[in-house]
């Protein structure tokens, strides 16, 4: 009877601390950000995109909970991610040429992700450089929802990435130093 009981606890506490693997659904391109593209399309010149990095870290997952990892749809790399993110927002925007006389390239410095109740969030800092020799900084965080069970919690954080990806974009383009990029 003993047996069972710690069976039955032991798999009751296996379903309720963890969750299965998720993987981030594609990128959908943002509204607001396409705006954004369009108002500054009149005085930014069409760009390429080059290798977007990370350091050479290659993070193409995180652990959510040290239980379930979080991972990009195509196994990609989170920097690769952001690149063809960018990449569709600029396309859609006519903003994007591939012979383009600038190219912009970037390195993803830092992804975290956290699960916390009440501090769950995406959190991202990116270095743009422009051939041109222009660069800058973006530190970007969104903020989400969070759950005490891991299964929620996990779903939750794997749901709410393309949506950091979006704020993030839409703070690389928002920034009056991204046209400098394209000139």
């Known amino acids: 009877m003993k047996k069972i009981f710690h069976g039955i606890l032991a798999l009751v506490a296996i379903m309720a601390l963890s969750g299965c693997a998720n993987k981030v659904h594609d990128y959908s391109v943002s509204t607001n950000n396409l705006l954004a593209l369009k108002t500054i399309s009149g005085t930014a010149n069409k760009v390429n995109l080059g ?4 350091s ?18 195509k196994g990609e790399t989170f920097a690769s991610y952001i690149q063809n993110a960018l990449k569709k927002e600029l396309i859609i ?3 994007f040429d591939e012979n383009a006389k600038r190219t912009i390239t970037a390195n993803l410095d830092k992804i975290y992700g956290s699960t916390v109740i009440g501090n769950a969030f995406w959190e991202f800092a990116i270095t743009l450089k422009s051939s041109n020799g222009l660069s800058y900084k973006v530190n970007s965080r969104y903020d989400y929802e969070s759950s005490f069970s891991a299964m ?20 690389i383009v928002k920034n009056p130093k991204f046209v400098a990029l394209s000139k």
């Not at 290798?51 to 990370?54: H, M, P």
């Not at 050479?56 to 749809?73: D, F, K, V």
């Not at 929620?152 to 703070?171: D, H, N, T, W």
Request: proline share 7%; charged share 25%; hydrophobic share 30%.
């Open 51 to 54: 290798e977007f990095t990370d």
């Open 152 to 171: 929620s919690a996990c779903s939750e954080m794997q749901r709410s990435f393309p949506l950091a990806v979006q704020k993030l974009i839409g703070e």
């Open 93 to 95: 925007s006519d903003m």
């Open 56 to 73: 050479g870290r290659g993070e193409r997952s995180t652990m959510c909970r040290l239980a379930t990892p979080i991972g990009t749809p």
